[in-house]
């Protein structure tokens, strides 16, 4: 009964604006989105805006229980980042390097794939 009163205040609308004035955290509630502050947020929230309405989409999800290795993962995303952005090397090249790495850390660590990306038999 607790986390369902508690879930049910989080998703007020003015919590939700609190929240997103206090830690920058975007609303998930339709009456809260309009709520966007000026400044640094307001620029992040039109990034944000925009983004998710663009036809060519894809949704990604961060993935959980690697543990100790989770900067492992973003290690390997920002190398194939620095590598193909602004090291100019061939994308493919990158992405299977990079594409190896992560398989073995999802392999050695035994945590679920994000879906879309399965791609683990």
């Known amino acids: 009964m607790g986390a369902f009163k508690l879930s049910e205040y989080w998703t ?7 929240v997103l004035e ?3 955290f975007f609303p998930i509630v339709a ?5 966007v502050p000026v400044g640094g ?3 992040l929230a039109d990034g944000v805006a ?3 309405a ?4 894809l949704v990604s999800i961060i993935p959980g229980g690697l543990g100790a290795r989770s900067g492992e993962f973003n290690k ?3 190398d194939a980042f620095t590598e193909i952005v602004l090291r100019g090397r061939p994308i493919e090249r990158v992405l299977a390097e990079q594409g190896a790495l992560l398989e073995a850390l999802f392999r050695e660590t035994g945590a679920p794939v994000p879906v879309p990306d399965v791609y683990l038999p």
């Open 22 to 24: 206090g830690v920058g």
């Open 54 to 57: 663009a036809q060519d989409l």
């Open 31 to 35: 009456e809260a989105s309009g709520a």
């Open 41 to 43: 947020l307001k620029v």
């Open 50 to 52: 925009a983004q998710s």
């Open 12 to 18: 007020r609308p003015a919590a939700q604006v609190a």
């Open 76 to 78: 390997i995303y920002l």
